[in-house]
């Protein structure tokens, strides 16, 4: 556990130094303060709260930039330490393989969490400008934070398969990149244009619900009436064929399997 804390705190104290918490978290606050501000302004019809229309916005905001600044994170995590020679140093330590990817893991985790934090904060400062946010305002926005940081945290697992496969750091970036383009972007496509043309419509519930970045949707705009009510999508949706507490499952088993096919490749890598 000491040496997982180490490595934890040396990829928090790097990340620190490269600005990239102040980087990502600038990218999330702004993106997250423009959608705030376009929430605060009045709904027309929509009886909804203030709050829930953010949540509905920033929602969508995290499924596109969460994963894609995890992915980032964590894609020149084993390759790039393999191509700089600190890979067969850090193994010459009494380090096992899976210390230093838990340890990478906690650290860059560590990293996206306080991005994130940054971010909200952001959107945060102005519902609270607007209004006393009720119980159930701060759990819509605890429940958003806590499901991006799961959703990051797959995705960094996901990068780090990718690093532990990829030959060298230039094949990991591009492979980093087809992984977001096809789970969030293209995914999504391809399920809207089987369900118009009537094809996978009974597999249609699940096909959506075992996408992380659909499930982490899922999550944060069902379960709340206001939510759903200001998504839209409540209606237009299949029943789910899984409670809504039950997704939290499907991104906890994407996280252990990404998590699992790291290490397994990283034990098998040569240093």
Same mark, same amino acid.
């Given at each position: 556990?000491?040496?997982?804390? !180490?490595?934890?705190?040396?990829?928090?104290?790097?990340?620190?130094?490269?600005?990239?918490?102040?980087?990502?978290?600038?990218?999330?606050?702004?993106?997250?303060?423009?959608?705030?501000?376009?929430?605060?302004?009045?709904?027309?019809?929509?009886?909804?709260?203030? !709050?829930?229309?953010?949540?509905?916005?920033? !929602?969508?905001?995290?499924?596109?930039?969460?994963?894609?600044?995890?992915?980032?994170?964590?894609?020149?995590?084993?390759?790039?330490?393999?191509?700089?020679?600190?890979?067969?140093?850090?193994?010459?330590?009494?380090?096992?393989? !899976?210390?230093?990817?838990?340890?990478? +893991?906690?650290?860059?985790?560590?990293?996206?969490?306080?991005?994130? &934090?940054?971010? %909200?904060?952001?959107?945060?400062?102005?519902?609270?400008?607007?209004?006393?946010?009720?119980?159930?305002?701060?759990?819509?926005?605890?429940? %958003?934070?806590? &499901?991006?940081?799961?959703?990051?945290?797959?995705?960094?697992?996901?990068?780090?398969?990718?690093?532990?496969?990829?030959?060298?750091?230039?094949?990991?970036?591009?492979?980093?990149?087809?992984?977001?383009?096809?789970?969030?972007?293209?995914?999504?496509?391809?399920?809207?244009?089987?369900?118009?043309?009537?094809?996978?419509?009974?597999? +249609?519930?699940?096909?959506?619900?075992?996408?992380?970045?659909?499930? +982490?949707?899922?999550?944060? %705009?069902?379960? +709340?009436?206001?939510?759903?009510?200001?998504?839209?999508?409540?209606?237009?949706?299949?029943?789910?064929?899984?409670?809504?507490?039950?997704?939290?499952?499907?991104?906890?088993?994407?996280?252990?399997?990404?998590?699992?096919?790291?290490?397994?490749?990283?034990?098998?890598?040569?240093?």
């Amino acid at each position: 556990m000491n040496a997982v804390a !180490t490595v934890a705190m040396n990829e928090w104290r790097i990340g620190r130094r490269n600005r990239w918490v102040l980087v990502g978290g600038a990218a999330l606050a702004i993106l997250a303060l423009l959608l705030a501000l376009l929430g605060s302004t009045p709904g027309g019809a929509v009886k909804a709260s203030q !709050t829930a229309i953010v949540t509905v916005s920033l !929602t969508t905001l995290c499924v596109y930039l969460v994963p894609l600044l995890a992915l980032i994170l964590a894609q020149d995590a084993i390759v790039g330490e393999s191509e700089r020679g600190t890979l067969i140093l850090l193994l010459t330590y009494p380090l096992a393989r !899976t210390s230093l990817l838990l340890g990478k +893991f906690s650290g860059h985790l560590l990293l996206l969490a306080a991005a994130l &934090s940054i971010g %909200l904060a952001a959107a945060l400062a102005i519902l609270l400008a607007n209004a006393v946010p009720t119980a159930g305002d701060w759990l819509l926005i605890g429940r %958003l934070w806590l &499901s991006a940081v799961l959703l990051g945290a797959v995705y960094l697992a996901a990068g780090y398969a990718i690093s532990g496969l990829a030959r060298d750091r230039s094949a990991a970036t591009a492979l980093a990149f087809g992984l977001w383009l096809v789970s969030v972007v293209l995914y999504d496509v391809v399920l809207l244009i089987l369900l118009s043309v009537d094809l996978a419509t009974d597999a +249609f519930p699940w096909l959506l619900i075992l996408n992380p970045g659909d499930a +982490f949707r899922l999550i944060n %705009l069902s379960g +709340f009436e206001a939510v759903e009510m200001a998504s839209g999508l409540a209606a237009a949706l299949p029943d789910l064929p899984l409670p809504p507490h039950a997704l939290w499952l499907v991104l906890a088993g994407w996280l252990v399997l990404c998590l699992a096919i790291a290490g397994r490749l990283l034990q098998r890598r040569e240093a």
